[in-house]
């Protein structure tokens, strides 16, 4: 009778591994896009991104040590990698300010609300990008170009990102370089540049299994097709804008996407659907995020009606 049954929140996995472990091996995959990103951003991308991962930290740290009166939980990396992933979703001349607000909203009302890590519904990171792409549009959609001026946090030269050119319909897929744009060199958020550098990652997570491949290929396969279907280019639509970042590492959140492979089949194939739906015909030229979060609000349906089948649990004959 001494020892009680301890309940803690998902994510649940059964193996030797920690949520700390999970939490720093997504970061390092996030190495070879963090040095794209200084690579072509500069002094500017050091700025966001430093100051979204100290306000994530800092903004944990204070509401879990002065409003939740418990154990500071920033160890795990989990503030570190919202806080990451947020500057990642933001150009590289963001006034710091705007960043600050970006980092407690996604730990505030992202995450720590919901009762801190494996609570949360939605992807605290994207919960603070949209609410800034809402909040402050004119400095969300002021895309610096990688390489002009990358050293000028301040005046940076900028344009408008692929996605942006042709739903304006200044820029045709035609008049795309591909090659560039998979290397880095296109204006976009800190981690819309560097294809190859994302697909680094994706490989290094699916070899050391922290994900598995349903999610980001379901996307990617879906945005895809769909594109096709519909007359567009299928790899400007799936190199451009955040549909990598978003598949490999905003989509695959542990807390927020299915447990199971076929829920995780129709979570992926739902989002592509919706990010083409978004950029085709919405009055956003990106939908990756919009897509994401929306998809995170079915997970619960999906997880309690796609299950799979109870061990031992024998088929009904009818």
Same mark, same amino acid.
């Given at each position: 009778m001494n020892q009680l049954l301890t309940i803690s929140a998902s994510?649940? &996995?059964? *193996? #030797?591994?920690?949520v700390s472990w999970c939490m720093?091996?997504? !970061?390092?995959?996030?190495?070879?896009?963090l040095v794209c990103a200084f690579y072509?951003?500069?002094?500017?991308?050091?700025?966001? &991104?430093? *100051? #979204?991962?100290?306000?994530?930290?800092?903004?944990?740290?204070? !509401?879990?040590?002065?409003?939740?009166?418990?154990?500071?939980?920033?160890?795990?990396?989990?503030?570190?990698?919202?806080?990451?992933?947020l500057a990642f979703n933001l150009p590289s001349n963001l006034p710091v300010w705007i960043v600050l607000i970006g980092a407690v909203v996604a730990i505030g009302i992202g995450k720590m609300p919901f009762g801190g890590l494996g609570c949360n519904i939605f992807n605290p990171a994207l919960v603070g990008r949209v609410f800034l792409l809402i909040s402050f549009p004119a400095q969300m959609t002021t895309w610096p170009l990688p390489g002009e001026n990358a050293w000028n946090y301040v005046d940076a030269t900028t344009g408008a990102t692929i996605l942006g050119a042709m739903k304006l319909g200044e820029?045709?897929?035609d008049g795309i370089d591909l090659w560039a744009k998979a290397v880095g060199f296109a204006g976009g958020s800190l981690g819309e540049v560097g294809a190859v550098a994302l697909l680094l990652g994706l490989a290094y997570m699916l070899a050391r299994r922290?994900?598995?491949?349903?999610?980001?290929?379901?996307?990617?396969?879906?945005?895809?097709?769909?594109?096709?279907?519909?007359?567009?280019?299928?790899?400007?639509q799936v190199m451009s804008g955040g549909l990598l970042l978003g598949a490999i590492f905003m989509?695959?959140?542990y807390v927020t996407s299915?447990?199971?492979?076929?829920?995780?089949l129709i979570y992926g194939v739902?989002?592509?659907?919706?990010?083409?739906?978004?950029?085709?015909?919405?009055a956003y030229p990106e939908g990756m995020s919009f897509a994401i979060l929306i998809m995170n609000g079915f997970t619960p349906l999906i997880n309690r009606y796609i299950k799979p089948r109870r061990f031992g649990e024998r088929r009904s004959s009818i």
């Open positions: 994510p649940h &996995i059964h *193996t #030797s591994r920690t720093w091996q997504v !970061i390092v995959a996030l190495i070879p896009a072509f951003f500069g002094i500017g991308a050091a700025i966001v &991104i430093v *100051t #979204s991962i100290l306000g994530c930290i800092a903004t944990e740290y204070f !509401i879990t040590r002065y409003l939740l009166r418990a154990k500071p939980t920033i160890a795990n990396g989990s503030a570190i990698l919202t806080g990451l992933l820029l045709s897929p922290i994900i598995s491949w349903h999610i980001p290929v379901s996307i990617i396969a879906t945005v895809a097709l769909f594109s096709w279907a519909i007359g567009a280019d299928p790899l400007v989509a695959t959140d299915p447990m199971c492979h076929r829920g995780m739902m989002i592509g659907v919706i990010t083409v739906v978004i950029r085709q015909w919405g």
